[in-house]
C-alpha cells in the first residue's frame, strides 16, 4: 500500500498520539533504533498514546496487510522493531510507572525503559530485576526473559512478572496472569513479542537498599589464573552476589554486585580484587538506580552492533582458552566477550513453566562486535559470528531470543528446542494465526 494512502487512513481513525510519514520533520529522529545497522525507512510511525491507538493501528496493519514492527525502547539487535515500508508501532510514549509500596508491585506502560521503572521503584526502595542498561525497554527484555544484577536473589524479570494486558491479532484486549489465559501468560514469559501487543505489566517488587559493587581490571596475559579463580569463587557464591567479567583485547574487568545486608559484602567482594595482578579497582557502595546506569554510556545508541551469546555450565579451561584466543583478532577496540552469572533464584523455577529457555545454565555469554564504521560491517559481524561459533561449541542447548543478532524461525526453534517450540506455536496459531506479529524470533503458528 502507498505510504501516503496509509498515513491517511491511519489519520482517518483519530489516532490520539502522532502519525509521522517521511515528509513530517520528527520522522528521521523517530525511525532512529539503538543499532545504527538497522537503518530503515517505515512508511508510517504511529506513536501510541494509549490502548485505542494500539487497538486501531493493528486493525490498519490486519485489514491491509502492511508489515508491523512494534517497539518499546528500541534496543532490539536484528533492529526488529523497524521496518522498510510497513508501520512502526512506537509505544515509548506509553511510559507511566506506577509503584504501589503496599503491595510492592509495580503497573509499566508497554512503552517504559528500564530507568522509568528502576526511579518509580526507588522512592519506595523497591525493585524488579531487569537489565544492565537503563535506556533498554522493559517490553521487550521482559517478554524475552530479562536477565540482571538482581535476577540470581529474585529471580529473571519474567518471573516476577504478575499479569499483563495485551492486544492481539483480533484487536481485543485480553488480561493475562497465571489464573487468566495461561497458556498465553506461559508464552509471553520468554516468548517474546509473537502474541500481540502488550500495553501494561504488573511487577511483583523487593526491598532493596544500597547495593556493594567491586569492579577490578586485570592484563588479558592473566587470562588463565584471573578466570580460574573467578570460577571458583562465582561457583560459592550466595545468591546475593552476582558477578560478571568483560573480556576485551586489552583488558579482563571482573564486576561484583552485592544485593544483601551490607556488612557481608565486605569479607566476600575484596576477593575478587585478588584474581591476578589488578590493575585498578573499585569497591563501593551506591544506590541501584546509580548501579542501572553505569553501562549506558558504553553501550549508547547509534553505534554498530553485531552480538550472539549462549550458556554455559562453567568457566572451564577450555572455554578461557577460547575466549583467550577469539578476543586476539578482536575487530575494533570496544568489541568484547562479556559473561554474567546466572542460577539461583533462575534456577529455583522449573524449564517447563515458562517459554524461556536455560534455566540450569550457570553463566550466560554474548560475544558482541561493536564499532562506527559502516566499512568494517563485514569484518566486525565475521568475528562475532566466529567467536559465537566457537563459543556454542563448548555451550549448553537453548538460547536467549533477546541476545541473537540474525533472527529467523530457525534462531527461535533453536533457542527454545523442540518441544517448547510447538507449544508456542500452538498458542501462537490461536492469538496470531496469520502471524501479524511476525518482526521477532518469529514462530509460526501451527494449531
Ligand atoms: C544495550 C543493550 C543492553 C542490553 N542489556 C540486557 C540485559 O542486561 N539483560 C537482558 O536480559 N537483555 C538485555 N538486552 C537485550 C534486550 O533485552 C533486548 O534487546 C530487548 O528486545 C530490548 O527490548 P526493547 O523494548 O528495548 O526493544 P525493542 O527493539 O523496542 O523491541 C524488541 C522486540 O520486542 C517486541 N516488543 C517490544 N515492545 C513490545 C510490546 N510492548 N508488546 C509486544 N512486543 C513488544 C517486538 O517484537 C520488538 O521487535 C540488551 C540489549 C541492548 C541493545
Known sequence: MEAALLIRELEKTRIDGAVLGSGHGDYDDHRKVWNAIADRRPAAIVRAQNVRDVTKTIAIAAKREVLLAVRSGGHSLPGLSTCDNGIVLDLSAMNEVVVDPIARTAEVGGGALLQHLDAAGSHARLATPAGLVSHTGVAGLTLGGGMGWLSRRFGLTID????????????????????????????????????GV????????????????????????????????????????????????????????????????????????????????????????????????????????GRRCYAKGGYFSEINSKVIECMKDAIASSPSPDSEIYVMQLGGAI????????????????????????????????????????????????????????????????????????????????????????????LNQNIEPKP
Open 347 to 438: 534456577a529455583d523455577v522449573a524449564e517447563s513453566a515458562t517459554a524461556y529457555s536455560g534455566r540450569e545454565a550457570s553463566y550466560y555469554w554474548i560475544a558482541d562486535a561493536i564499532w562506527d564504521d559502516k566499512t568494517d560491517d563485514p569484518r566486525c559481524v565475521a568475528w562475532a559470528r566466529s567467536t559465537a561459533a566457537r563459543l556454542a561449541a563448548l555451550s549448553l542447548s537453548g538460547n536467549y531470543v533477546n541476545e541473537q543478532a540474525d533472527a529467523g524461525k530457525d534462531v527461535a526453534f533453536t533457542a527454545y528446542g523442540a518441544e517448547k517450540y510447538r507449544k508456542l506455536a500452538r498458542i501462537k496459531a490461536r492469538f496470531d494465526p496469520t502471524n501479524l506479529f511476525r
Open 160 to 195: 516476577n512478572l504478575l499479569a499483563a494486558d495485551i492486544v492481539t491479532a483480533d484487536g481485543q484486549l485480553i488480561h493475562t496472569s497465571a489464573d487468566t489465559e495461561p497458556d498465553l501468560f506461559w508464552g509471553i514469559r520468554g516468548g517474546g513479542g509473537n502474541f
Open 198 to 301: 502488550v500495553t501494561k505489566f504488573r511487577f511483583r517488587m523487593h526491598s532493596l537498599g544500597q547495593v556493594v559493587v567491586g569492579i577490578w581490571e586485570y592484563p588479558t596475559s592473566d587470562c588463565q589464573v584471573a578466570l580460574r579463580g573467578y570460577q571458583e569463587l562465582a561457583r560459592n557464591a550466595p545468591r546475593e552476589l552476582t558477578t560478571s567479567f568483560t573480556l576485551t583485547s586489552s583488558s579482563i574487568v571482573v564486576t561484583a554486585v552485592w544485593s544483601g545486608s551490607s556488612d557481608r559484602a565486605d569479607t566476600i567482594l575484596p576477593q575478587f580484587g585478588r584474581l591476578g595482578r589488578a590493575v585498578s579497582g573499585l569497591h563501593s557502595s551506591m544506590a541501584y538506580v546509580d548501579l542501572q546506569k553505569r553501562n549506558d554510556d558504553h553501550l549508547c545508541w
